[in-house]
């Protein structure tokens, strides 16, 4: 099990996140620190680097 923490969105935005890994789900909350397992945590680290990834090109491209 790892602990991960998911700021809170926008107003107008869920306050959680599900997760499917071989066909389980988690959804998870956003604004507390949670327990989830490995391959949960992975799953949210590989979203966010490639959201970031995604942004640096946009902004790349734009200049």
Do not use: H, Q, T, W
């Amino acid at each position: 099990m790892k602990k991960v923490f998911l700021p809170r969105g926008r107003k107008n935005e869920e306050n959680f996140v599900i997760v499917s890994v071989n066909g389980r789900s988690y959804k998870i909350m956003k604004g507390v620190e949670v327990e989830v397992p490995e391959c949960v945590a992975e799953v949210l680290e590989n979203s966010r680097m490639m959201a970031e990834a995604a942004r640096r090109y946009v902004d790349a491209v734009a200049n």
